[in-house]
């Protein structure tokens, strides 16, 4: 599958007597995935990922002080060093340093269309001790400090820096990732300021109110949405218990499993099964130890879309669209019966924006052989999104280096994303605060475990612990920055040294989305219906990426970019009885509309 890209009319729509550039209305705030859960499972296509991280460039191990500019490793004191440098419009998404890096104070000076809007440093910055940054979007967890406080900017980011001077101390050593998500060229923002609009406000309040109850679902419940009861009974070896068979179009909202007291043998062998719209194949066919993040020694925890419920169930809160039907079960792979304490599963029947993607989840897990540079995560074709992974490995005796893997991913065949270290990639720092333990902030010295809303620690052995291997178990999942792909997506991790013998399992979850047709309205043809939505919503700013209101060239705004979406679409699928107008008769069709769009629009943002 591939994702429509927006296509330019041989005419172009001026040509038609259509008057684009009407005035902007700003729309990103920044806060739209905790704001709209339910477009987690939309397409992002026409938004990009970049990562802007202090990695070896010359694919050692030296991992800190490399910047933009100055190029190449820094050991002097550079006073404006760049760390970040993007054309906008987009957002900075998550900024992490090691716990004890941040705590050195390093200089932080934001310029958002070549303002300055954030003079400060690190130590203040990400302990959430600056203006309104206070702590609601930023955590300290297991020697790692991430800022989810977005900072959006419509024509472009320069973020400067400073280089103490690295000599012997590791204090010294300038260690930072910066997640930025580029959107369309006509995307329109609130671009961040130091202050915050009332609009701004607004979103992140609603913002604060999800972070404030992890552990409850982020989207809701909806109005419509009915729940499914699985009462407690046992699951026979070799055979599935369903959980939820729907028919029709709709979205799986969330799941509880009530296992709180199988052992790890039957959490390994009792598999999540999920498939949409009749296909033979299942979309997650994963054991639902490794979906979870449960057993195996990990400690309970609680995430954003994952996690355990105070009553010891298994909860997830993944948006699952599906348009003709899903089936969930288990599937008992073990020889002995599981005895099941009980499943819920809420689902929303009802239209599925177009745009809505398939939520899939894969597992792999491989032992190590000397020489091997990496484990794979992810390796997918077609179009969609990557929004996270749960990841375990395991070695024995004091093998602790394997942290020093950095994490590596690929999109349509270019890399783009290439990170500093395992645990940081996991917005932890400094071996998990095993090296320095930092106890201010919030942080815990020598943790065995550790969560946040986003990422977390959930097993940690080492042989300073009585251990006799080395284990670390992770999760990070990528909500406000997901990772598009309209091609494939490879997704690894470094083994590092290359060695032999180290085990890694590893759970990737992402969307795939289907190629757009332009059928903005869900009925199956591409006709005067779409045209006229585009009408309706024309010259206005809508929720980033949603179809159903026109926006079918995902950069937040109706206008001409979505008429040709439909016009180079037109009459594609089954007509529901209306005579199909010739392509010319569409662009006469299409000329009259958008003027009378004009005038709608000069009645509602001013003269054009």
Avoid: C
């Amino acid at each position: 599958m591939r994702s429509w890209v927006p296509m330019r009319l041989p005419v172009p729509a001026a040509a038609l007597g259509v008057v684009v550039g009407l005035p902007a209305a700003a729309q990103v705030t920044g806060y739209e995935a905790l704001t709209h859960w339910e477009a987690l499972s939309w397409s992002k296509a026409g938004t990009g990922s970049l990562l802007f991280s202090s990695y070896d460039r010359t694919g050692a191990n030296l991992d800190y002080s490399y910047y933009l500019s100055p190029t190449g490793f820094q050991t002097g004191t550079v006073s404006d060093a760049v760390v970040a440098s993007v054309d906008g419009p987009g957002v900075l998404s998550r900024f992490w340093m090691p716990h004890s890096t941040a705590d050195r104070s390093f200089d932080l000076r934001v310029f958002v269309d070549g303002t300055l809007v954030i003079d400060t440093n690190s130590n203040l910055y990400l302990a959430g001790n600056y203006g309104y940054v206070d702590g609601t979007l930023t955590h300290t967890m297991a020697g790692g400090q991430t800022s989810y406080e977005p900072i959006v900017f419509q024509e472009s980011l320069l973020i400067l820096s400073e280089n103490k001077g690295t000599g012997d101390s590791s204090s010294r050593k300038h260690y930072y990732q910066y997640n930025v998500q580029t959107l369309s060229p006509n995307a329109h923002v609130f671009a961040t300021t130091g202050t915050l609009s009332p609009q701004q406000q607004a979103a992140r309040n609603l913002a604060a109110g999800v972070m404030q109850n992890i552990g409850s679902n982020p989207g809701g419940t909806g109005p419509a949405a009915s729940t499914l009861t699985t009462p407690t009974q046992s699951i026979a070896a070799g055979q599935s218990l369903t959980l939820a068979g729907l028919a029709g179009s709709g979205t799986v909202k969330a799941m509880h499993l009530g296992l709180q007291s199988a052992t790890d043998a039957e959490l390994d062998g009792l598999r999540l099964r999920v498939s949409y719209d009749g296909a033979s194949s299942h979309a997650i066919d994963v054991a639902v130890s490794q979906f979870f993040g449960v057993g195996q020694g990990r400690q309970d925890y609680q995430s954003l879309p994952m996690g355990v419920s105070d009553d010891g169930s298994f909860y997830a809160y993944w948006p699952m669209p599906f348009r003709e039907g899903a089936v969930i079960e288990l599937y008992n792979a073990t020889g002995s019966d599981i005895v099941l304490g009980g499943a819920t599963v809420e689902a929303e029947l009802g239209e599925v924006a177009p745009q809505a993607g398939y939520f899939h989840a894969v597992y792999h897990e491989q032992t190590t052989t000397p020489g091997q540079q990496n484990h794979e995560l992810l390796d997918v074709q077609g179009a969609g999104h990557y929004v996270g992974n749960l990841l375990w490995v395991e070695l024995e005796d004091d093998r602790r280096n394997i942290l020093e893997g950095d994490d590596i991913i690929t999109i349509d065949g270019t890399q783009v994303l290439y990170g500093t270290g395992l645990e940081d990639a996991y917005n932890g720092g400094y071996y998990y605060n095993h090296i320095g333990g930092l106890s201010n902030d919030g942080d815990s010295p020598f943790p065995e475990s550790d969560d946040a809303p986003f990422a977390g620690l959930l097993r940690m052995d080492f042989d300073t612990q009585g251990d006799p291997q080395t284990r670390t178990d992770q999760y990070r999942w990528l909500i406000a920055d997901p990772v598009a792909f309209e091609e494939s997506i490879n997704v690894t991790i470094e083994n590092f040294g290359n060695q032999g013998g180290a085990t890694f399992g590893s759970t990737a979850f992402y969307y795939l989305v289907d190629a757009f047709t332009g059928d903005l309205n869900g009925d199956g043809f591409v006709g005067i219906a779409d045209l006229d939505i585009v009408l309706a919503n024309w010259g206005t700013a809508v929720t980033l990426g949603d179809w159903r209101l026109g926006d079918a060239s995902n950069d937040g705004w109706v206008g001409d970019d979505d008429l040709n979406a439909v016009l180079s679409n037109w009459g594609a699928g089954t007509p529901p009885g209306d005579t199909v107008p010739e392509p010319a008769t569409a662009l006469v069709l299409a000329s009259g509309l958008l003027l009378q769009g004009r005038r709608r629009s000069r009645s509602r943002t001013g003269p054009a």
